[in-house]
């Protein structure tokens, strides 16, 4: 009963979260439309790749750049939520929180920096696993300059050039940026 006055207050206090949803099967697309179909907001990182077609024509295409990986705007209570996926011809699943069972939940404010990172049109950035992130030794960030102004997270060094590198859940993306145009964050 608390969990859902909780869920309910968040709902109405406009805290807009996302969950990450693992799909099998790479069937993020087909999940994408039944996620429409059904009014959820969702996202899924994408970007264009060359694909040589049988003809042997080259032709940009839009492809997930992780397979099993989307993003789902929390916009109703989580047992409704999970009742839509129930309904959901394929597999899916919510992240969940390793030392309980609670949906793991992103800030909107996270989130919204994540998806800026990976805009399609934006070919600078490069996507890495978290565990690559957490080998890497750099420190926390804001970015004070440029495009990207106000964003946070890990400033990294990789061939004698820095690099900003966000991460969420299962993904992380990395652009290229000057040293100068971050500044450490105190903790």
């Not at 295409?61 to 409704?80: C, D, G, I, R, W």
């Not at 890990?154 to 040293?179: A, D, E, P, T």
């Amino acid at each position: 009963m608390a969990e859902e006055v909780k869920e309910n207050q968040c709902l109405e206090s406009g805290k807009v979260v996302w969950y990450a949803v693992r799909t099998f099967n790479c069937k993020e697309k087909e999940i994408s439309q039944f996620f429409t179909e059904n009014g959820l907001i969702h996202f899924i990182p994408m970007l264009y790749k060359v694909d040589k077609r049988k003809t042997g024509k080259s032709q940009r295409v839009l492809s997930p750049v992780v397979h099993n990986l989307l993003f789902l705007q929390k916009t109703l209570p989580e047992k409704e939520i999970l009742k839509i996926m129930s309904d959901c011809n394929w597999p899916v699943q919510i992240f969940r929180k390793v030392d309980s069972n609670e949906c793991y939940e992103i800030p909107n404010s996270q989130m919204t920096e994540f998806r800026a990172l990976c805009d399609q049109n934006f070919e600078d950035a490069s996507f890495i696993e978290p565990e690559e992130i957490e080998a890497k030794v750099g420190k926390k960030v804001r970015i004070i300059h440029g495009p990207f102004t106000g964003m946070t997270g890990k400033l990294v060094r990789f061939n004698n050039k820095f690099f900003f590198v966000k991460s969420v859940v299962g993904l992380g993306v990395m652009i290229h940026v000057s040293r100068w145009y971050c500044e450490v964050e105190k903790d």
